[in-house]
Antibody
Framework: EVELVESGGGLAQPGGSLRLSCEAPRFSFSNYWMNWVRQAPGKGLEWVATINQDGSEKFYVDSVKGRFTISRDDAKNSLCLQMNSLRVDDTAVYYC???????WGQGTLVTVSS | DIQMTQSPSAMSASVGDRVTITCRASQAINNYLAWFQHKPGKVPKRLIYPASSLQSGVPSRFSGSGSGTEFTLTISSLQPEDFATYYCLQYNRYPPTFGQGTKVEIK
C-alpha cells in the first residue's frame, strides 16, 4: 500500500532549480513531522531536511542551508522541497519520509549536470 | 554534529548465520536510534525504533540492543531475503545522522 508519492525530480543544470513534492493519498499529514532523505549514486543515506507538524520549525543539513526550503500544505496533504542553486553533488534519489522513517515514498531522482 | 560509525562496512555471511552490526555514536544519544534495511531499487524499511523495539511486521530474528553510545543490530539466523545494506540513524540531535551502512552479502 503506497502511503507517500513523490514527484518533481528530473534533470537540472548547475545553478538551476527543481521543486519536489510528496503527497499522501491515504493519511493525514498534519499529525506528523516530515523529512526529506537522499541517497547519492553509490553512497549511503543522508538526511536533508525536517519540518514539524505546523511548519514553525524547519531543520536542514548544512550542505543545503540557504539553497533548499522545506514546506508543507496540510490542506493538500502535501510536502515540498524547493531546491535552488543546485550543485552536481545534489544528484541523488530523494525520498520523503513520515516521522523518523516509519514510511517512505518511492523516491524521485534528481540529476544535476551540464 | 554527532558522528555514527558503523562496523563492519561490509561482510559476507551464509544463510543461517548469526550476524551482528554495531553502530557507535560520537556522543550519547539517549536511545534515539533506528535501524533500517535497504535493498537496491527498493525503499528503506525501518526494522528497529527506538534502539531495541522491533517494528510491527518485522521478523523476530531481528533485534536491537544497546544504550548511550553503542548499539547493535542482530540477525539471529540470516535468511536469503536479508541480504541488503543496513543503516543506523540517530535522531537525538539535529542534524540527524546515518551510519555509513553495512552491506551484507552472500558468502
Amino acid at each position: 500500500e503506497v502511503e507517500l508519492v513523490e514527484s518533481g525530480g528530473g534533470l537540472a543544470q548547475p545553478g538551476g532549480s527543481l521543486r519536489l513534492s510528496c503527497e499522501a493519498p491515504r493519511f493525514s499529514f498534519s499529525n506528523y513531522w516530515m523529512n526529506w532523505v537522499r541517497q547519492a549514486p553509490g553512497k549511503g543515506l543522508e538526511w536533508v531536511a525536517t519540518i514539524n507538524q505546523d511548519g514553525s520549525e524547519k531543520f536542514y543539513v548544512d550542505s543545503v542551508k540557504g539553497r533548499f526550503t522545506i514546506s508543507r500544505d496540510d490542506a493538500k496533504n502535501s510536502l515540498c522541497l524547493q531546491m535552488n542553486s543546485l550543485r552536481v553533488d545534489d544528484t541523488a534519489v530523494y525520498y520523503c519520509a513520515k516521522g523518523w522513517g516509519r514510511d517512505w515514498g518511492q523516491g524521485t531522482l534528481v540529476t544535476v549536470s551540464s | 554534529d554527532i558522528q555514527m560509525t558503523q562496523s563492519p562496512s561490509a561482510m559476507s555471511a551464509s544463510v543461517g548465520d548469526r550476524v551482528t552490526i554495531t553502530c557507535r555514536a560520537s556522543q550519547a544519544i539517549n536511545n534515539y536510534l533506528a535501524w533500517f534495511q535497504h535493498k537496491p531499487g527498493k525503499v528503506p524499511k525501518r526494522l528497529i525504533y527506538p534502539a531495541s523495539s522491533l517494528q510491527s511486521g518485522v521478523p523476530s530474528r531481528f533485534s536491537g540492543s544497546g544504550s548511550g553510545t553503542e548499539f547493535t543490530l542482530t540477525i539471529s539466523s540470516l535468511q536469503p531475503e536479508d541480504f541488503a545494506t543496513y543503516y543506523c540513524l540517530q535522531y537525538n540531535r539535529y542534524p540527524p545522522t546515518f551510519g555509513q551502512g553495512t552491506k551484507v552479502e552472500i558468502k
